[in-house]
């Protein structure tokens, strides 16, 4: 991802929220999401991301399509210095975002996202790729359990436009010949 995919990383992120989450957030919450606002939160955090995260973007024919993000695990237990991790490499990776243009979901665009960043979290030396996903979002869960997630059994709920929703959070090993083949679609990575 470049400074110059901004603002159709955004449209993509805020119209995937928009078709994702119907009826699993306060519609009155999705109807007020903006994609100037979002490209303008963006831009303003584009130059201070930390160089451990990686924002991938799908494009077809000269166009974002997609966009994922990966970097360290956040959570406390599985994050840098937890206890059941070696000191000081981290080896847990997320897998942050992952958002496809909605009238391409089903075309290979979200299974080239996921190569992409399942390669570049085993170029970090991430040994497992964790997310998190809203427990009724089934569409996404289905497609993270194709790609080799479990849940762990963590739960965590936010609250989103004054309802609770709650996530889970999903977990995959990663070793060399566990990288998929990415489809058609191509992939520019950047930190």
Known sequence: MTAA????????????WQKA?????????LDAMSVAADAERRRSRFGRRSPEVSDLVAERDGAVVGWASVGPARDPDIAPGAEELPAPRPTAGELLALYVAPDLIGTGVGRALMAAGTADAQAKGFHTLYLWVVRGNTRARRFYERAGFVPDGAEEAHEVGGRSVPELRYRRRLTPESAPPAPGSSSRAGS
Do not use: F, I, N
């Open 21 to 29: 989450y119907r009826g699993l957030m306060p519609q009155a919450y």
């Open 5 to 16: 995919d901004v603002d159709a990383v955004s449209a993509v992120r805020v119209r995937g």
